[in-house]
């Protein structure tokens, strides 16, 4: 029996992840799906990236977990790697699930093309609290595009605005992922196009780990609401020693 | 039920698209497959791009169909980027197939490797009406590389001699498809080496669509021989709303 | 029936493609599996790349072998390019599977990335004979990342230490495969990792053939262990006519 903890994407909560982590528990493992700081219901959307890694940092520590298999989602890869750089005692494995691969001093949007980051600052720059959404038609044919319009909208309908400065607070990090001495491995769903493929998850954001382990499988963006029980059972394949 | 019309390739009729055509038909659309002017038995090969735009442009006006799902493959993506351009309020999504995604000015061979340019250009040189054909050897290990042998005979005994002035004119559009107010979708069979996979056809020419939908499946360029009923269904996933 | 000669890649001997060979013989070929020179139990680990070449070639001569379908994993591709140059007319088709694929005066170190050469420098500087071995961490994420940790390590221990001479000798060949007068196809496993997928095996290596046969399927490098009944499919899907 190994120990798993998802990290949620952004504008996700953990909660959004049961249907993956019913048959990882099913298989015999415990799992857990904290949501990070800054995407609970009641969360102040103008948190930072520390708040977000801490509240995950903290959730090990309190729940006195070990020997964890911290899997972290698109965004969550931010916050998965710093949780390693200053709880890595705890961790035993990495596991990025189309997820992004900091460097030290880098930030999100470092890694997300130019448009992007253009559209998330005209947004964030309307809301009050600089919250950023996803416009629907991004949604349906970007990240939702293995689902039918029924399903991308009854997701849609369960995501909250994201506190933008975790994507422009730039991680602070003792180490550079390829460098820690954690295993690691890398789930990329191959029709994944919330990132443009000519700049993608895999290889570009993978390569950055070092030495690693490749997962593959079809699927878009939010397998965890199209295909939840081939995820869990790719990130068994992950996870294991 | 929407209504779906399927733009061959070159070489090809819309004839030989009824194996694909049938289970679309069966899950309750309205499927049309019209032949391209200059590919159809008794056409004159010297027929050029404006002619083979205008007849599928045409084929949507004579028959009053709207809300169309005009989906194109290889050469085809010529044809329906300039339909959608002159007739865009008749079509609701464009689906490329392993298709051509040209801006304005641009041709076919604008997009293909420089020593398939040398190639046609011999065979057309060869020909009495600038008509082009395909080598067979390339036929069968770049284009049916999925199929047996026998296939790849039976197959290519059905195609005809393609207007090869369609490869070289430019095309005139008012608006690039990144522009064009319609959605999009890009099927990518992930074997298909019909372009070499080092200058092909996802992410190369389907990022050109600016935001679009994914779907692949595995498969060479020429499915609708060796898999139309896999064919089908992803036309489905990429033509639904 | 057709004849299929498997050549392995390094740190293999012929017995470990038995599970390889075992469905295509049953599906009607004649399969042989010889062990290259410098990789049997009591070979001098200084073989050079000449050697290795010579070895095949003659055990083709030797059992009167034609119309050949000769099949090279990894570094195998080195030696059946050699097999092909010198015995071309035994020859029916090359199937390089997530083989190297070289050019006359390129050795298999050329289409390695930096770092690699580096350890395998360090680890045969160690040797008393020029060996090389895999550091057991690489095999396991990068080579056997689709196998659980029980068969990755059952697998490793069939290995030999590989003649590193081979990967340093420049190959001699009177031309390069992609004007060699023989078909060719590449079969590339999608989660191959063994080379970096930035820096891999297809589009990379194959588009060196020229005209080739692409056949894809989901696997890591080592689909002999992981997936033989796959593998032997792919092997008769790019072996055949």
Not at 8 to 16: D, P, S
Not at 20 to 44: C, Q
Not at 207 to 224: D, I, M, N, T, Y
Not at 227 to 236: D, Q, S, V
Request: with cysteine.
């Amino acid at each position: 029996m190994a120990t798993y903890v998802l990290v949620h994407g952004a504008w996700h909560t953990g909660e959004l992840l049961a249907d993956v982590a019913a048959p990882i528990r099913a298989a015999g493992h415990d799992v857990h799906t904290p949501t990070i700081a800054g995407n609970a219901p009641g969360d102040d959307r103008r948190a930072g990236l520390e708040a977000a890694i801490s509240s995950i940092a903290d959730y090990l520590n309190e729940n006195g977990l070990t020997d964890v298999i911290l899997v972290g989602h698109s965004y969550g890869g931010m916050v998965i790697t710093g949780v390693a750089d200053r709880a890595g005692d705890r961790v035993r494995r990495l596991v990025y699930w189309n997820a992004f691969v900091p460097n030290n001093g880098e930030c999100l949007n470092d890694m997300v093309p130019a448009h992007y980051v253009e559209l998330f600052d005209a947004i964030s720059g309307q809301s009050p609290d600089n919250a950023v959404m996803l416009p629907p038609p991004i949604w349906r044919e970007a990240f939702m595009n293995d689902a039918d319009a029924a399903l991308a909208d009854s997701a849609f309908a369960k995501l909250n605005p994201h506190p933008y400065a975790t994507f422009t607070d730039k991680i602070a990090l003792s180490k550079n992922p390829a460098e820690m001495d954690v295993a690691k491995s890398y789930i990329n769903f191959t029709e994944d196009t919330a990132l443009p493929q000519s700049l993608g998850w895999h290889p570009r954001l993978s390569e950055k780990l070092g030495l690693f382990r490749l997962v593959q499988a079809p699927g878009g963006h939010e397998v965890c609401f199209t295909n939840p029980g081939l995820l869990a059972e790719k990130i068994m394949e992950a996870g294991r020693d």
